[in-house]
Nanobody, 121 residues
Framework: QVQLVETGGGMVQPGGSLRLSCAASGTIFSINSVAWYRQAPGKERELVAGIVSGGSTNYDDSVLGRFTISRDNANKTITLQMNNLRPEDTALYYC???????????????WGQGTQVTVSS
């Protein structure tokens, strides 16, 4: 069974920084694409940043230049460095990964449980 566990959320003042981490565990043959999503109260879940299997990254326009997504394949972790945070970044942040459990398995999408980020003065 594969699990994704996010850590690093919290409360920060506008202009501050947070670093979110997502650790994948369980039976894992390969991790394909990874991403961070967020969902604010009353809003739909939205893509914040992602890395496709080829290594290319993509970002929502609202976080471009402020957030950086990265992955460590050896340690099976996905990180989101968030700088110059704004109140509108307040949301529950989710880690997402497409994972193959074995060489014979097809890709399956997994979600973490979410970590809260609150930006407020």
């Amino acid at each position: 069974q594969v699990q994704l566990v996010e850590t690093g959320g919290g409360m920060v003042q506008p202009g501050g920084s947070l670093r979110l981490s997502c650790a994948a565990s369980g039976t894992i043959f390969s991790i394909n694409s990874v991403a961070w999503y967020r969902q604010a109260p009353g809003k739909e879940r939205e893509l914040v940043a992602g890395i496709v299997s080829g290594g290319s990254t993509n970002y929502d326009d609202s976080v471009l230049g402020r957030f950086t997504i990265s992955r460590d394949n050896a340690n099976k972790t996905i990180t989101l460095q968030m700088n110059n945070l704004r109140p509108e970044d307040t949301a529950l942040y989710y880690c997402d990964a497409v994972i193959r459990a074995s060489i014979r398995s097809g890709p399956v999408r997994y979600w973490g449980q979410g970590t809260q980020v609150t930006v407020s003065s």
